[in-house]
């Protein structure tokens, strides 16, 4: 009897214990294969040289053209996506009525789960096109195009967390708020966007995570040019999309091969200080509810 | 100042509710559009055939096979997994050093971005443990991304068991492990399995730790092995689109497949969304 | 539950083990992108013939393919390439000789806007161009036009190609597209007046024109005497010389019938 309840809790620890040893066996398989990049090019060579050129006689490395595409591609989502997604969540949970809200809610998560190579498939084959035509552009695959679909992605990720955030703000503020004579907009945007800040910010993070880690969709969409865009509507060439695209036709072992890899580090390192962002604001939130 | 401040009021509501119709109005567009495309081509042969003719007609059913037993396996894997876990961290765990720990890898986990754990599944199922490209490796991979979201999901539910229960399984002389597995588990199943579901709808659509781990262009084989390769919905989407030799007659099919997985995708949530409406009106206690 | 779970296992280790028993004559290919095609048409007509057979195609890109075929998980890595020293060296190690079978040549057409008037090009011009040493049509003859340069992904073999046969070890200029397909390719330069590009002769198609490289149009006979410069061969890459149904796999795309499939791909078949 004693035996099963220890063997049972050790199970449990163990399936607990997995998740760290995933994360562990994700690190270290990712710095064992990229390591070799950073001794044979140099780190800052690496990181901040932007010439691509990994199947040259001479190959080059310097991975700033695939930094800046990701961060130009997730920037633009985020500000089709922000003011959408927030938008959304203040109508959602501060002005529209009960039914309104029991049928919207369920249906802008369900949008939430709706896989990204469809995403991709609309933007290759509907909205690319229809850019190019629209401003008379050498091709609709850029990072114009990327940003609206990733935007159109993110928006129901933040909607959906900017919504419980919002109606988690107790009651008794509005109602106070009122009581001092301020009008509906008044309190939203004085009293109960402030109180729901972090659950804000965190879902703008975690949409921004999304973003910045999305692969089949910047891959069918982007372009795919390894170059700092002069415009909004050059093609980039995101992070993901270099790893998907690449890691198949090159040799393992190859100084790309660990290049590739090492590509996978830094985007690791972003959503990781990204989450612990998250997680520190999650921290801060909690604290503050239990005063 | 009063008209001000209402002139002020009008123009913030309106526009909050313009952002919620854009919103609306765009994931409508998208989702006709893929509709209207795709459902051209679906008839029950495109769902029980393999594809024919260089690929350029027949239908998916290989495809969607494989998608099938890739989710299966992955949450097999990752539904123990997950729960064990969970009952780690809602029943055993005392605060402190080691769950701080647990709980970082969850979440660190929950944003690694999907390629990445394409390339870890290549590194060590494909390579180094030797599966090679396979069910087997695809859905080990599929069951470390959703692992958080089960873990998640499981642990919410469990909190959501009163003590009361506990304590009544205590007071009638259960010990801890049956008081969980007798009292707890039972009711929180429900939740749980909202969250499965809705893990299972992410396994079904992720396609980039697939890439390297499991996902094969064409096979006329119904796998019978969790070592073989298969075919499935969302890489056929993928592999439609960029490396088909024929747009004319392979776009209708990727939007075709596109239509499949996103009911396949939305009807998985949908029940799971169901389920926890009914949990919600149910509970009394 | 536990009865459940039990089944489960005991599913699981069925489905697991079933495939020991069944008849086993399974072929696995993986690779190259450009070769998939074929490789995928030739699948379907053999297993049309030979029902006891079971082909898997699998893209990836060639180095998975040689990647694959030097760790024993494949039978037939595809390639549109040659196989690299280094990868020759790893495959040796590890006791595989692979051994390279030419399927079918695919030739590489440079194409332009329909509208264009220039007919030709040299490989030097069109070096110049990709090099960003010729940025306007006008120099060589055509309009007053910028010229936009088209270009694919550098990890395709497509790519590689080019860089042997034109490139010559420089660089393409920063602002060439690099598209990820055949497909995007031939769809950009379609829809651009000032447009240049290059894709594999499947993917040639009413809505481009395809210009005379050094005289020469591409066309499966050109490409077949050597005369078109920009064509390369596709391999098939076994471990030893092919043996039982891989060779007669093999076989098969070369006979008549499985060259007849690869023209119908849209590639270039040996004789």
């Given at each position: 009897m004693k035996f099963k309840e220890s063997l049972f809790k050790f199970i449990a620890l163990f399936a607990a214990l997995c998740s760290v040893i995933f994360l562990f066996g994700i690190i270290l398989s990712i710095f064992k294969e990229g390591y070799p990049i950073f001794k044979i090019y140099g780190v800052i060579k690496f990181l901040f040289t932007t010439s691509w050129h990994p199947t040259h006689e001479e190959p080059t490395f310097g991975i700033l053209a695939l930094i800046v595409g990701s961060l130009v591609v997730t920037i633009g989502s985020l500000i089709i996506g922000i003011p959408l997604g927030v938008g959304s969540a203040i109508y959602l949970s501060e002005i529209a009525g009960f039914k309104t809200r029991e049928i919207l809610k369920p249906f802008v998560e369900l949008l939430a789960g709706i896989p990204s190579v469809i995403y991709g498939l609309f933007g290759m084959a509907f909205l690319a096109p229809f850019v190019m035509r629209l401003f008379n552009l050498s091709t609709g695959l850029n990072a114009f195009t990327t940003s609206i679909i990733l935007g159109i992605m993110v928006v129901p990720i933040i909607a959906s967390i900017s919504e419980d955030a919002i109606s988690s703000v107790p009651n008794e503020l509005r109602e106070a708020s009122y009581a001092l004579g301020a009008n509906k907009w008044e309190t939203i945007y004085k009293v109960i966007l402030p109180a729901a800040k972090s659950g804000i910010y965190a879902s703008i993070i975690l949409g921004f995570g999304r973003a910045i880690g999305e692969t089949m969709l910047v891959l069918m969409v982007a372009g795919g040019s390894a170059i700092i865009p002069k415009s909004i509507f050059s093609p980039v060439r995101p992070m993901t999309a270099t790893i998907a695209a690449e890691m198949g036709e090159t040799v393992v072992g190859s100084d790309h091969y660990h290049a590739l890899f090492g590509i996978a580090i830094v985007l690791f390192i972003i959503t990781f200080v990204s989450n612990l962002i998250t997680e520190t604001i999650k921290r801060k939130v909690m604290r503050s509810q239990n005063l | 100042?009063?008209?001000?401040?209402?002139?002020?009021?009008?123009?913030?509501?309106?526009?909050?509710?313009?952002?919620?119709?854009?919103?609306?109005?765009?994931?409508?567009?998208?989702?006709?559009?893929?509709?209207?495309?795709?459902?051209?081509?679906?008839?029950?042969?495109?769902?029980?055939?393999?594809?024919?003719?260089?690929?350029?007609?027949?239908?998916?059913?290989?495809?969607?096979?494989?998608?099938?037993?890739?989710?299966?396996?992955?949450?097999?894997?990752?539904?123990?997994?997950?729960?064990?876990?969970?009952?780690?961290?809602?029943?055993?765990?005392?605060?402190?050093?080691?769950?701080?720990?647990?709980?970082?890898?969850?979440?660190?986990?929950?944003?690694?971005?999907?390629?990445?754990?394409?390339?870890?599944?290549?590194?060590?199922?494909?390579?180094?443990?030797?599966?090679?490209?396979?069910?087997?490796?695809?859905?080990?991979?599929?069951?470390?991304?959703?692992?958080?979201?089960?873990?998640?999901?499981?642990?919410?539910?469990?909190?959501?068991?009163?003590?009361?229960?506990?304590?009544?399984?205590?007071?009638?002389?259960?010990?801890?492990?049956?008081?969980?597995?007798?009292?707890?588990?039972?009711?929180?199943?429900?939740?749980?399995?909202?969250?499965?579901?809705?893990?299972?709808?992410?396994?079904?659509?992720?396609?980039?730790?697939?890439?390297?781990?499991?996902?094969?262009?064409?096979?006329?084989?119904?796998?019978?092995?969790?070592?073989?390769?298969?075919?499935?919905?969302?890489?056929?989407?993928?592999?439609?689109?960029?490396?088909?030799?024929?747009?004319?007659?392979?776009?209708?099919?990727?939007?075709?497949?596109?239509?499949?997985?996103?009911?396949?995708?939305?009807?998985v949530n949908l029940v799971a969304i169901i389920i926890r409406y009914r949990i919600r009106k149910r509970k009394k206690w | 539950m536990k009865y459940l779970f039990r089944l489960l296992v005991v599913g699981l280790i069925i489905f697991t083990t079933s495939d020991l028993f069944a008849a086993k004559k399974n072929i696995t290919l993986a690779g190259s992108t450009t070769v998939l095609p074929i490789a995928q048409k030739c699948a379907e007509a053999f297993m049309d013939i030979n029902p006891k057979v079971n082909i898997s195609v699998r893209g990836g890109g060639s180095g998975v393919g040689i990647?694959?075929?030097?760790?024993?998980?494949?039978?037939?890595?595809?390639?549109?390439?040659?196989?690299?020293?280094?990868?020759?060296?790893?495959?040796?190690?590890?006791?595989?000789?692979?051994?390279?079978?030419?399927?079918?040549?695919?030739?590489?057409?440079?194409?332009?806007?329909?509208?264009?008037?220039?007919?030709?090009?040299?490989?030097?011009?069109?070096?110049?161009?990709?090099?960003?040493?010729?940025?306007?049509?006008?120099?060589?003859?055509?309009?007053?036009?910028?010229?936009?340069?088209?270009?694919?992904?550098?990890?395709?073999?497509?790519?590689?190609?080019?860089?042997?046969?034109?490139?010559?070890?420089?660089?393409?200029?920063?602002?060439?597209?690099?598209?990820?397909?055949?497909?995007?390719?031939?769809?950009?330069?379609?829809?651009?007046?000032?447009?240049?590009?290059?894709?594999?002769?499947?993917?040639?198609?009413?809505?481009?024109?395809?210009?005379?490289?050094?005289?020469?149009?591409?066309?499966?006979?050109?490409?077949?005497?050597?005369?078109?410069?920009?064509?390369?061969?596709?391999?098939?890459?076994?471990?030893?010389?092919?043996?039982?149904?891989?060779?007669?796999f093999i076989d098969f795309i070369l006979s008549p019938s499985g060259q007849k499939l690869v023209s119908e791909t849209g590639y270039v078949p040996l004789k």
């Open positions: - | 100042m009063r008209m001000k401040r209402r002139l002020n009021q009008t123009t913030w509501l309106i526009l909050v509710r313009i952002a919620l119709l854009i919103s609306i109005l765009f994931l409508l567009i998208f989702l006709v559009m893929i509709f209207a495309k795709g459902s051209k081509v679906l008839s029950l042969s495109f769902l029980t055939q393999a594809p024919k003719e260089g690929m350029t007609a027949g239908g998916i059913f290989p495809a969607i096979l494989g998608t099938f037993y890739l989710v299966i396996l992955t949450i097999i894997v990752a539904l123990p997994l997950g729960v064990f876990a969970a009952i780690y961290l809602s029943e055993y765990a005392k605060p402190g050093y080691l769950v701080n720990t647990i709980r970082t890898a969850i979440n660190t986990l929950a944003g690694v971005p999907s390629i990445v754990f394409g390339l870890f599944g290549l590194a060590i199922f494909v390579n180094l443990f030797g599966f090679g490209v396979s069910i087997l490796s695809g859905s080990l991979t599929l069951a470390i991304l959703i692992l958080p979201i089960i873990i998640n999901a499981s642990e919410e539910a469990i909190k959501t068991v009163p003590d009361s229960f506990r304590q009544a399984a205590y007071a009638l002389g259960a010990t801890k492990r049956q008081t969980i597995t007798k009292v707890v588990l039972p009711t929180a199943l429900p939740n749980i399995l909202t969250g499965a579901i809705i893990s299972v709808g992410r396994a079904a659509g992720e396609t980039a730790p697939i890439l390297f781990t499991a996902a094969t262009f064409y096979t006329r084989k119904l796998p019978t092995s969790i070592l073989d390769e298969v075919m499935a919905l969302p890489y056929h989407i993928y592999a439609l689109m960029t490396e088909g030799t024929a747009p004319r007659e392979q776009v209708p099919i990727a939007y075709g497949t596109a239509v499949v997985l996103l009911l396949l995708v939305l009807s | 990647a694959s075929l030097t760790a024993k998980s494949i039978d037939i890595g595809m390639s549109s390439r040659p196989i690299k020293d280094k990868e020759l060296a790893t495959a040796k190690q590890k006791g595989v000789n692979p051994v390279g079978n030419i399927i079918a040549l695919d030739g590489l057409a440079v194409i332009v806007h329909s509208q264009n008037p220039i007919n030709e090009i040299s490989i030097k011009t069109l070096k110049d161009i990709y090099t960003g040493k010729i940025t306007n049509w006008k120099v060589i003859g055509g309009p007053d036009k910028e010229i936009v340069v088209v270009s694919r992904d550098v990890a395709s073999g497509t790519f590689e190609v080019f860089k042997e046969k034109v490139l010559g070890g420089e660089k393409t200029k920063d602002d060439a597209l690099m598209l990820a397909s055949n497909k995007a390719v031939a769809t950009t330069v379609q829809e651009t007046p000032g447009a240049i590009g290059y894709i594999g002769l499947g993917y040639l198609s009413e809505g481009v024109k395809a210009l005379k490289v050094e005289g020469v149009l591409p066309s499966n006979k050109t490409v077949q005497d050597g005369t078109y410069k920009l064509a390369r061969p596709l391999y098939m890459y076994t471990n030893g010389t092919p043996k039982g149904i891989v060779k007669e």
